[in-house]
């Protein structure tokens, strides 16, 4: 029971504080550190891997559970129609039984990895529903008592949480998901069945469809008993833990279990010390989490060394994901791992899961800078991007309470951030038909871009004309930039005297880019946020944050921005059922539809002409009334709700929370509100007005959390944009990711 370990150098050895003594270690195997039925530690693997005795004692040794990685896929069960071959799953049933393991299956119903007959067959609907049948209750009932868990279907969903369009959905719709379930409830009553897919481990829009298609299944009385998500996740972009948290927590509620099913961390090019430290951090995150929540109980990496991984052949460029690296030597991720059930084995694991964001106070999500792989050559390349977040400039402060954008050929941008130690680079694209840079008086009425950065006490405002360096400033900083040839792009290096390292802060940030069409004697007639506001930014005021993700483990409780918020100004005599009558929408705040959250990795709305929106809202006693202007090219109101052109609202008022949803043409969906709501659209669907009463005695001076989402739908199958107030996870749903909207006095 004893291995090796090279010395890996300092970084280890925090990780290891305790257990390493010297560069030979003895760790107690990860099985015996727990009870099987309560946590399961699992592998993947093939026969062929058994052959290699490193291999079949590493096994043996750490886990206690395992996973067929191919073998028990269609294509390897029933190669011919009607003709089943288990031989080689068979041995690998036999290795468990022999070393007191638990088989998982995998995976019954999937949309590759089939026989060429089955995946060409053009077979019927009941054809395909009668093959569906034989082979689940073939396969299941073969090893009925020897399989406990089934990863009955496996990855049903697109990237944004629709029905992926696989052979099974075209032939039989979404119901063949509760179909293979019951199929395989009938071969085996005592298997626990598991819907599995990848992408779903924390709060993105296709984990809450995962989510919401398992819930639906629970309360049509699907015999499904448990989720698994696959995790496979890449060094340096894992979702957030509070997130996996909350996911795990809400799946719990459904009385489920959450299992990580293939957990692997790849690594892009060299497995550095650092990366290797990351990789640690990351796998001690989801132990954490398995060892916190008692649903989470299962453990299971794709593999147990780089050896024999699927990465490299998958992924192009990565490697090193698993826990044992390609000479079985435990690497700082093992280490990390063992140290969390280690801790719990002797009653000393005291971790419990960050707050979530909402617990912290905040009501508006904060900006996103990722982790950079390198420090990066400021030239105007895009390709060192990729890791980045892009996020629009959302809302000009320059019109008083006329906060929605001008046309986007006028003056349009986006803007990232990425970290890699104590610099904060950044990127700003910039669509101008005319640029100012002469007023030689007054600056600011430059076209520009300004930065402006809080960190604590301290306030910092960065500008660059276009075309021009960053003017001095008294902040204590290494500051550089570019800007491309013809002033669309910017990009540029801030590195604070104040810190020595961004992972896992948050500063208080704001980014504005600023547009003089008349020249050099006049005046800005734009200055774009992405946050609303009045313009105060160079007065440290009307700030967003930025969260700089690290492990995604740290949010500040601290705010180091004010709590943003949307304004309802009191309004008389409206009527939702009356055409719109823009004086008396005169006083009221105007919004733009601003953030797509559909699109984790660029929240820019698309082109205007494609979906564009603005918002209004005001109030009168104790209702609140609204008014949306939409504008859209195509318009699908048909096809699951969530999935049709609609406006939604979220209202949450002390633990309630309501949402409504408006397809277009259509009043508010039937829900479980008690108060009068309306919504009532315009013949062509441009505008919608309504009213929703509260259950307060009267809003006035009031505030409540709230959003408002506009979604599009252009291809009859999935929408493609929704568009919030605020960057998010389009979690407001779920209650959460909600704004502020506070009642005028
Ligand atoms: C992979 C195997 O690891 C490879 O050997 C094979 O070539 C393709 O499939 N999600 C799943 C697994 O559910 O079945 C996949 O396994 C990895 C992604």
Avoid: C
């Amino acid at each position: 029971m004893r291995m090796q370990l090279r010395k890996r150098g300092l970084v280890q050895a925090l990780v290891l504080s305790t257990l390493l003594a010297s560069t030979t270690l003895s760790a107690t195997p990860l099985r015996e550190l727990v009870k099987p039925q309560q946590q399961y530690f699992g592998a993947a693997l093939e026969t062929r891997h058994l052959q290699d005795k490193q291999f079949s004692e590493t096994l043996a040794r750490e886990f206690n559970q395992l996973t067929p990685e191919n073998e028990m896929k269609w294509g390897y069960l029933q190669p011919e129609r009607g003709k089943f071959t288990f031989d080689k799953a068979d041995q690998l049933v036999e290795f468990a039984q022999k070393h007191n393991m638990t088989v998982r299956g995998h995976a019954l119903v999937w949309h590759i990895q089939n026989p060429d007959w089955l995946a060409n067959g053009n077979f019927s609907k009941q054809e395909m529903l009668d093959i569906m049948q034989q082979h689940i209750s073939t396969v299941v009932g073969h090893y009925k008592g020897k399989v406990k868990y089934w990863d009955v279907v496996n990855e049903a969903l697109d990237d944004n949480g629709g029905f992926r369009k696989t052979l099974w959905y075209k032939a039989l719709g979404e119901d063949y998901i509760a179909k293979a379930f019951e199929f395989a409830h009938q071969a085996d009553p005592d298997a626990k069945l598991v819907y599995n897919d990848y992408a779903t481990e924390g709060k993105s829009p296709k984990a809450n469809a995962a989510y919401r298609l398992v819930k639906k299944l629970k309360e049509q009385g699907v015999p499904i008993h448990a989720i698994g998500t696959q995790a496979h996740l890449v060094v340096g972009t894992s979702p957030r833990v509070a997130d996996i948290a909350t996911n795990i927590e809400r799946i719990k509620e459904l009385g489920l279990e959450f299992h990580f099913t293939e957990i692997d961390m790849r690594i892009k090019g060299e497995a550095s010390e650092r990366a290797l430290q990351q990789q640690a951090d990351m796998y001690q995150d989801l132990a954490q989490l398995s060892a916190y929540f008692d649903n989470a109980n299962f453990f299971t990496t794709w593999g147990i060394t780089d050896k024999y991984s699927w990465i490299p052949s998958w992924f192009n460029g990565y490697d090193h994901g698993l826990m044992f690296d390609k000479q079985y030597q435990a690497k700082p991720a093992y280490l990390a791992v063992n140290k969390v059930f280690a801790d719990k084995a002797q009653g000393k694991f005291d971790w419990t899961p960050p707050a979530p964001m909402a617990d912290s106070g905040r009501r508006f999500e904060a900006f996103i800078s990722n982790q950079a792989e390198q420090h990066m050559t400021l030239d105007g390349d895009i390709a060192k991007w990729n890791k980045a977040v892009f996020y629009p400039f959302a809302y000009n402060q320059l019109s008083g309470q006329d906060l929605t954008l001008p046309a986007e050929s006028n003056i349009s941008g986006r803007f990232a951030l990425l970290y890699k130690g104590n610099t904060l680079y950044g990127r700003v694209e910039r669509r101008d038909d005319k640029t100012v840079i002469g007023n030689k008086e007054q600056v600011w009425e430059n076209d520009s871009v300004e930065v402006f950065l809080g960190f604590g006490d301290e306030f910092a405002q960065i500008r660059a004309l276009v075309g021009q360096p960053f003017a001095d400033t008294p902040f204590q900083a290494d500051i550089k930039n570019y800007w491309s040839e013809d002033g669309s792009v910017l990009e540029f290096a801030i590195t604070p005297k104040q810190t020595t390292e961004l992972a896992g802060a948050t500063l208080g940030f704001n980014v504005a880019l600023a547009d003089n069409d008349e020249g050099p004697t006049s005046t800005r007639h734009a200055q774009l946020y992405p946050v609303p506001g009045t313009n105060n930014g160079w007065q440290g005021h009307d700030f967003g944050e930025v969260f700089f993700t690290a492990q995604n483990r740290e949010i500040s409780e601290k705010l180091t921005a004010q709590v943003v918020s949307f304004k309802a100004e009191p309004i008389e005599g409206f009527d939702p059922l009356a055409p719109f009558q823009a004086s008396q929408w005169a006083s009221a705040y105007h919004y733009p539809f601003a953030y797509n959250q559909l699109n984790p990795a660029d929240q820019t709305p698309p082109s205007q002409n494609n979906l564009n929106g603005t918002w209004r809202v005001g109030y009168s006693g104790n209702t609140l009334y609204g008014v949306v202007h939409r504008h859209d090219d195509v318009t699908v109101t048909s096809g699951d709700d969530w999935q049709t052109d609609n406006v939604e609202i979220f209202i949450k008022i002390g633990e309630k929370f309501v949402q409504f949803r408006s397809i277009v043409g259509q009043d508010f969906q039937e829900n479980d509100y008690p108060g009068k709501h309306l919504a009532k659209w315009s013949e062509d669907g441009s505008l919608l007005q309504f009213a929703i009463e509260l259950p307060v005695d009267e809003l006035k001076g009031k505030s409540i959390d709230w959003s408002i989402a506009l979604a599009d739908n252009d291809d009859g199958e999935s929408r493609s944009a929704q568009l919030y107030p605020a960057p998010g996870n389009n979690t407001a749903y779920l209650g959460e990711q909600l704004t502020r909207l506070s009642f005028s006095k």
